[in-house]
Nanobody, 112 residues
């Protein structure tokens, strides 16, 4: 069984930064793609960034140039560095490994 646990969320002012982490436990092949999604109140869950097993990372247009996804396969950990945060980035952020499940989600609130 695979567990994904997010951390690093919280309240930050506009223009600030946060770094999310997602620790995976269990048997996950290191070649799997991993990704971050988010869901704001009243909206559908949307892709934020995906880091594939091979090839280039993929970002939503709304976060390009501000967010950076990375992974440490040895630690089975996925990261999302979020800079220049905006109020519209406020959402619950979820990490996922396709085919293995989702984390429980973590709140990110951008507000002055």
């Amino acid at each position: 069984q695979v567990q994904l646990v997010e951390s690093g969320g919280g309240l930050v002012q506009p223009g600030g930064s946060l770094r999310l982490s997602c620790a995976a436990s269990g048997s996950i092949p290191s070649i799997n793609a991993m990704g971050w999604y988010r869901q704001a109140p009243g909206k559908q869950r949307e892709m934020v960034a995906v880091i594939p097993s091979v090839g280039n990372t993929i970002y939503a247009d709304s976060v390009k140039g501000r967010f950076t996804i990375s992974r440490d396969n040895a630690k089975k950990t996925l990261y999302l560095q979020m800079n220049s945060l905006k109020p519209e980035d406020t959402a619950v952020y979820y990490c996922t490994v396709p085919g293995y499940g989702w984390g429980q989600g973590i709140q990110v609130t951008v507000s002055s």
